[in-house]
């Protein structure tokens, strides 16, 4: 209530991206102090239910409930995360050189259909930097929960082919130590070339193979695009299938999809891939593709429009084994990863079900 009517109208009044960094140096302000994390426990009431204990990719979590990438850009408030009751959290996307990313403004409140429109174009401050911090804070307190890392090559236009590879690979190789998984973000629809490797089949067979010279000991997800076609998602699965070190996929980035937008913002907003409910079915109906035909062999992460209990429980009933959300923690506020956990916990009872696990995929089999 405090968070909606009071909060948020407040927030809402500045601009999306100063909102953005605010909350991250507020956040970093927070997880900083044994005595601040404990207020923020306190006020968000995070779950531990045995119901929700799970893992994935042989990662313990003590909930499926992650913060997708782009919410902590540079893992600086993992210990917050942790905090306000997210299981797990994904970092990123890092890339290789540090990159400035796209013109502002890049970022849209769509607030009529509670999405918004990404245009980041990959900001970061490359992996040296955050390499750096990350070796500080490990010697002084581990991650408090599961955090996977994601990696892409730098926006910049002098990086293309070889020289592209090498720039995500060098982020891969300096994070991976770091992470509990890394994702490969092949995805993101807001740089010149961000989708190349999901959507080319030589560049992510090429992409493959040299991860594969890096011989990887943590286990990686690819982060896909909602809108392929489901001949590219079959030949993804195959070609990846060779590789043990890659068990997954996380389903799914932003889309370019625009149809039915309602929000009177969208016309500012002229380029760049939208978040949100919009997202939802098809993301849902990538996750269930995907998981019926790679069950067997991979692991997912369902990610796009969660913004109800409902929408989390339908991807997990989809395949998912865990589940992501980004635009929803804006407009529902920090108490929302507990309250959906929660919630979770007792639709799992009344259904039956003794631990989150046996749901995953009953709904797709
Ligand atoms: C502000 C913002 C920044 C994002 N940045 C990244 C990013 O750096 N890397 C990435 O893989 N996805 C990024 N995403 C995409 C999200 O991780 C997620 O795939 C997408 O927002 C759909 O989930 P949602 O509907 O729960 O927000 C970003 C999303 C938002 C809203």
Redesign the pocket.
């Known amino acids: 209530m405090i968070y909606d009517k009071i909060l948020k109208p407040v927030f809402f009044k500045f601009d ?1 991206e100063v909102m ?1 960094h605010f909350f991250n140096k507020v956040g970093e302000g927070l997880g900083r102090f044994g005595f601040t994390r404990s207020i923020v426990r306190m006020s968000c009431g995070p779950v531990d239910d045995e119901i929700l204990h799970t893992e994935i990719a042989g990662i313990k979590l003590n909930n499926p409930l992650g913060v ?4 902590d ?1 540079e893992g600086r408030i993992i210990h917050t995360l942790d905090a306000i009751g997210f299981g797990f959290a ?1 970092v ?2 890092i890339t290789g050189q540090a990159s400035p990313g796209n013109k502002k403004p890049r ?1 849209w409140r769509l607030p009529e259909d509670r ?2 429109a ?1 245009n ?1 174009g ?3 401050t490359g992996a040296d930097a955050v390499k750096e911090r990350f070796a500080n804070y490990k010697r002084n307190s581990p991650w408090p929960i599961p955090v996977g890392i ?1 990696v ?1 090559k730098s926006n910049l236009p002098n990086l293309s082919g070889q020289t592209g590879l090498d720039d995500l690979l060098s982020a891969y190789q300096k994070l991976e130590q770091f992470a509990s998984y890394v ?1 490969v ?1 092949v ?2 629809p807001n740089t010149g070339d961000g989708e190349q490797y999901c959507k080319d089949p030589v560049m992510y067979r090429e992409l493959l193979s040299m991860l594969d010279a890096k011989h990887p000991t943590k286990p990686v997800f690819f ?1 896909l695009s909602p809108d392929l076609s489901q001949d590219r998602y079959l030949e993804i699965m195959h070609d990846t299938d060779r590789y043990a070190w890659a068990k997954g996929f ?1 389903t ?3 889309t370019h999809d625009r149809t039915n937008l309602k929000s009177k913002y969208l016309s500012q907003a002229t380029s760049g ?1 939208v ?3 919009h ?2 079915k098809l ?1 849902d109906e990538v996750l269930a593709f995907m998981y019926r035909n790679g069950h067997s062999r991979y692991q997912f992460i369902g ?5 109800s209990v409902e929408d989390a429980y339908r991807k997990i009933r989809l395949g998912a084994s865990a589940v ?7 407009y529902n506020g920090p108490l929302w990863p507990s309250q959906l956990l929660r919630e979770l916990a007792s639709r799992l009872r009344e259904d039956g079900f003794k631990n989150i696990k046996e749901a995953v995929g009953v709904d797709n089999l």
């Open positions: 999306p953005h997708g990438a782009g919410f850009k994904e990123g996307t970022l999405a918004l990404v980041y990959l900001l970061s994601s892409a994702t973000n995805s993101c982060k996380i799914s980035n932003l891939g978040s949100g409910p997202l939802r993301s990610l796009g429009g969660i913004d992501q959300l980004v635009t929803s923690l804006i």
